[in-house]
């Protein structure tokens, strides 16, 4: 069964850190892009950062390099997000992201995670 579960979201002053967590069962591996989406209110949903396993690369959006990172830890397939000198702009539920790019394709998705930066 497939399951993706974040963590870690919350309110957080401007200039302030939070660390996301999701831990991923049932979908982690090699033929597995993995990564956040984020939503804020009234938006479409929008990609945060990504490990593409196509080309074994990171994908950042623009308004997230050099503030976010995106990491994985295939023992506990667990993936994070920590979120450095965030902005009240980065107010969205957060989400986990799991794309299976092997035939047929399939795409799979976490609960959501708040997240609520104020000025």
């Known amino acids: 069964q497939v399951q993706l579960v974040e963590s870690g979201g919350g309110l957080v002053q401007a200039g302030g850190s939070l660390r996301l967590s999701c831990i991923v069962s049932g979908i982690f591996g090699a033929i597995y892009d993995i990564g956040w989406y984020r939503q804020a209110p009234g938006k479409q949903r929008e990609l945060v950062a990504v490990?593409?396993?196509?080309?074994?690369?990171?994908n950042y959006a623009d308004y997230v390099k050099d503030r976010f990172t995106i990491s994985r830890d295939n023992t506990k397939k667990a993936l994070y997000l920590q979120m450095n000198s965030l902005k009240p702009e980065d107010t969205a539920v957060y989400y986990c992201w799991g794309n299976k790019i092997t035939w047929p394709p399939r795409e799979y998705w976490g609960q959501g995670t708040q997240v609520t930066v104020s000025s």
């Open positions: 490990f593409k396993v196509s080309d074994d690369n990171i």
